[in-house]
């Protein structure tokens, strides 16, 4: 949703014991909640936020099949789960001269699934399709308020009758007899999720999206609306063991009661949430930062807190549909967006430190960064960082400086920093698996085969290796996949090849994919139809194209 906030440099280092298996670019996926009883389903979740601000307008009506089509690339690029759209019907429309929106599912009417992202069937495929390529379904949800107003809506609660926050008397922004939370804008559409006929409703549709539509769990919208602890009872009888999140923000200026320079009381309200509801909450703590602090003032985020019971709640993220710029009309919403020079930063940053990341769609797949994420999520896989992670500071050096201690290897990550070695703030053997952006990001890890010649790799974990199909000329509909005799390249099996998605010297496609070093590769390039996985249009005429697989190798095929 919309929210009214305030628009804020690095070296890590990870220690760890067990390698973790990855298929395609994925680990074995955890289970469970955390010491403390949280949702965060194994502490291992890598999310991808599956849409922007301007998909309806973009895209109308045919997002599911995006989605549907995406579902084996999604899951080779290393994303384990995916924040959906909001699921239920939204007609609305509205403009503020600046921007303007509608559709998105913020302010839906009714729990039918025919809206402006596609079809109900649209839908289940779109899910389906993800779920078995072993991502997971998040959907968005937003209880705490709907289109009151809308006509020949499916959902009719009448007024004066408690379900509605204006059936009381309305004191302000704060919680009144009718709603235990803000409200949302003028109020007068927020529902009292404490009655018990509108905290059924969305119970028994939390249970309906598991049950028929494959929800893996829920992203929790405006949770400044209504009670942590009505979350956790919606958690506990439509879907215990799921993964879910909340997202409470809130401007500065809303917290009377404490300085809110204090970066300590941005970590203790949201953790605080966090406690009530079980679940763990995006890290506004560690946003803040990274809009008004230096790289090294990113230590304050709720992920960088010393005790893991904060740390593992901690869903981190750069930008997103509400912060962040999207593609089309009028740049998206934009409300507090990261500096375009952070960006690779802020990503190096929530991909090998502790929290639950969340990567934005358009950062991944429209604005060139996917192939830096893709590495950084191999780094983050192999090295085991999960969302409890130790992490320790240092100080004495330029940017930000720490060591986080997986389950399987130490990085050392230096962001803009004048660190000379990895040696200099951990101890073992390290090879450099990344040095991009003229030395301002860098990455040594122990056990990985890399090219800085500080010493050799073991072999067995993925490389980054960049692929190129040449006069890949297309229809619309229609995209170029790599196929090969290696697991991340789908077997040979077209279904499962990976989508080469940097066509800005289209008709050349690239991409970067993750395969074990020193694996003998044969692959072609591959026409197919990002609907129907099955129905290949073209294949590369000719021989097999080999190589032998190393980091930063480059190897090419052409139609």
Same mark, same amino acid.
Request: aromatic share 12%; glycine share 12%.
């Given at each position: 949703?919309?929210?009214?906030?305030?628009?804020?440099?690095?070296?890590?280092?990870?220690?760890?014991?067990?390698?973790?298996?990855?298929?395609?670019?994925?680990?074995?996926?955890?289970?469970?909640?955390?010491?403390?009883?949280?949702?965060?389903?194994? &502490?291992?979740?890598?999310?991808?936020?599956?849409?922007?601000?301007?998909?309806?307008?973009?895209?109308?009506?045919?997002?599911?099949?995006? $989605?549907?089509?995406?579902?084996?690339?999604?899951?080779?690029?290393?994303?384990?789960?995916?924040?959906?759209?909001?699921?239920?019907?939204? #007609?609305?429309?509205?403009?503020?001269?600046?921007?303007?929106?509608?559709?998105?599912?913020? %302010?839906?009417?009714?729990?039918?699934?025919?809206?402006?992202?596609?079809?109900?069937?649209?839908?289940?495929?779109?899910?389906?399709?993800?779920?078995?390529?072993?991502?997971?379904?998040?959907?968005?949800?937003?209880?705490?308020?709907?289109?009151?107003?809308?006509?020949?809506?499916?959902?009719?609660?009448?007024?004066?009758?408690? #379900?509605?926050?204006?059936?009381?008397?309305?004191?302000?922004?704060?919680?009144?007899?009718?709603?235990?939370?803000?409200?949302?804008?003028?109020?007068?559409?927020?529902?009292?999720?404490?009655?018990?006929?509108?905290?059924?409703?969305?119970?028994?549709? %939390?249970?309906?999206?598991?049950?028929?539509?494959?929800?893996?769990?829920?992203?929790?919208?405006?949770?400044?609306?209504?009670?942590?602890?009505?979350?956790?009872?919606?958690?506990?009888?439509?879907?215990?063991?799921?993964?879910?999140?909340?997202?409470?923000?809130?401007?500065?200026?809303?917290?009377?009661?404490?300085?809110?320079?204090?970066?300590?009381?941005?970590?203790?309200?949201?953790?605080?949430?966090?406690?009530?509801?079980?679940?763990?909450?995006?890290?506004?703590? $560690?946003?803040?930062?990274?809009?008004?602090?230096?790289?090294?003032?990113?230590?304050?985020?709720?992920?960088?807190?010393?005790?893991?019971?904060?740390?593992?709640?901690?869903?981190? #993220?750069?930008?997103?549909?509400?912060?962040?710029?999207?593609?089309?009309?009028?740049?998206?919403?934009?409300?507090?967006?990261?500096?375009?020079?952070?960006?690779?930063?802020?990503?190096?940053?929530?991909?090998?430190?502790?929290?639950?990341?969340?990567?934005?769609?358009?950062?991944?797949?429209?604005?060139?960064?996917?192939?830096?994420?893709?590495? $950084?999520?191999?780094?983050?896989?192999?090295?085991?960082?999960?969302?409890?992670?130790?992490?320790?500071?240092?100080?004495?050096?330029?940017?930000?400086?720490?060591?986080?201690?997986?389950?399987?290897?130490?990085?050392?990550?230096?962001?803009?920093?004048?660190?000379?070695?990895?040696?200099?703030?951990?101890?073992?053997?390290?090879?450099?698996?990344?040095?991009?952006?003229? &030395?301002?990001?860098?990455?040594?890890?122990?056990?990985?085969?890399?090219?800085?010649?500080?010493?050799?790799?073991?072999?067995?974990?993925?490389?980054?290796?960049? #692929?190129?199909?040449?006069?890949?000329?297309?229809?619309?509909?229609?995209?170029?996949?790599?196929?090969?005799?290696?697991?991340? $390249?789908?077997?040979?099996?077209?279904?499962?090849?990976?989508?080469?998605?940097?066509?800005?010297?289209?008709?050349?496609?690239? &991409?970067?994919?993750?395969?074990?070093?020193?694996?003998?590769?044969?692959?072609?390039?591959?026409?197919?139809?990002?609907?129907?996985?099955?129905?290949?249009?073209?294949?590369?005429?000719?021989?097999?194209?080999?190589?032998?697989?190393?980091?930063?190798?480059?190897?090419? &095929?052409?139609?």
């Amino acid at each position: 949703m919309r929210h009214p906030l305030l628009s804020a440099r690095f070296v890590l280092a990870v220690s760890s014991s067990l390698l973790l298996t990855l298929g395609t670019a994925q680990a074995v996926d955890l289970a469970g909640k955390s010491p403390a009883g949280v949702r965060y389903h194994g &502490g291992d979740e890598i999310i991808l936020q599956g849409f922007h601000w301007n998909v309806v307008r973009e895209s109308p009506n045919q997002w599911y099949n995006t $989605l549907r089509s995406m579902a084996p690339t999604i899951a080779a690029d290393g994303f384990s789960a995916i924040w959906m759209p909001v699921p239920w019907r939204d #007609f609305s429309s509205w403009s503020d001269g600046a921007k303007s929106g509608g559709g998105e599912g913020y %302010f839906w009417h009714d729990f039918n699934k025919n809206g402006r992202y596609g079809t109900d069937a649209q839908l289940k495929q779109a899910a389906a399709a993800l779920n078995n390529a072993q991502v997971k379904v998040l959907y968005d949800a937003v209880p705490n308020h709907m289109n009151r107003g809308y006509p020949n809506k499916e959902i009719n609660l009448p007024a004066g009758q408690g #379900f509605w926050r204006h059936d009381c008397s309305d004191p302000g922004n704060y919680a009144n007899d009718c709603d235990d939370g803000d409200r949302f804008m003028a109020g007068d559409s927020d529902l009292n999720t404490a009655h018990p006929q509108v905290y059924g409703m969305f119970r028994d549709e %939390f249970a309906n999206l598991r049950n028929n539509y494959g929800a893996g769990g829920f992203r929790f919208d405006f949770v400044r609306g209504y009670a942590g602890e009505r979350v956790d009872s919606w958690m506990s009888a439509a879907h215990d063991n799921a993964f879910c999140v909340g997202e409470l923000w809130k401007a500065p200026a809303e917290y009377p009661s404490w300085d809110w320079r204090n970066t300590a009381s941005w970590q203790q309200v949201i953790k605080d949430w966090s406690d009530r509801a079980k679940c763990p909450v995006f890290d506004f703590a $560690l946003k803040e930062r990274m809009q008004n602090g230096s790289i090294a003032d990113w230590k304050n985020g709720l992920n960088g807190n010393p005790d893991a019971r904060w740390r593992e709640v901690a869903v981190t #993220f750069v930008d997103n549909h509400d912060t962040g710029y999207s593609p089309g009309q009028n740049g998206g919403q934009h409300h507090w967006a990261l500096r375009d020079d952070l960006v690779r930063q802020a990503y190096a940053y929530i991909l090998s430190s502790p929290g639950t990341p969340v990567v934005y769609w358009s950062h991944m797949y429209d604005w060139g960064h996917g192939d830096l994420i893709r590495q $950084l999520i191999q780094i983050r896989r192999a090295a085991g960082v999960r969302a409890d992670s130790a992490i320790s500071f240092h100080n004495g050096y330029s940017g930000l400086v720490a060591t986080v201690s997986g389950t399987a290897q130490t990085l050392v990550i230096a962001l803009g920093s004048n660190l000379d070695n990895p040696g200099q703030v951990s101890s073992g053997r390290f090879n450099q698996a990344l040095n991009q952006d003229n &030395g301002g990001l860098r990455i040594w890890s122990t056990g990985s085969t890399g090219d800085d010649g500080n010493g050799g790799g073991d072999g067995g974990d993925l490389v980054s290796v960049n #692929f190129r199909c040449d006069n890949g000329v297309t229809q619309p509909g229609d995209s170029v996949y790599a196929v090969g005799n290696l697991a991340q $390249l789908g077997n040979w099996s077209p279904a499962n090849a990976v989508r080469l998605t940097d066509v800005s010297s289209y008709p050349t496609w690239k &991409g970067s994919i993750g395969l074990p070093a020193q694996q003998a590769l044969e692959w072609k390039c591959i026409v197919r139809s990002e609907a129907n996985p099955t129905q290949v249009k073209s294949w590369q005429p000719g021989g097999n194209n080999t190589a032998t697989t190393a980091a930063g190798l480059t190897t090419s &095929g052409s139609f």
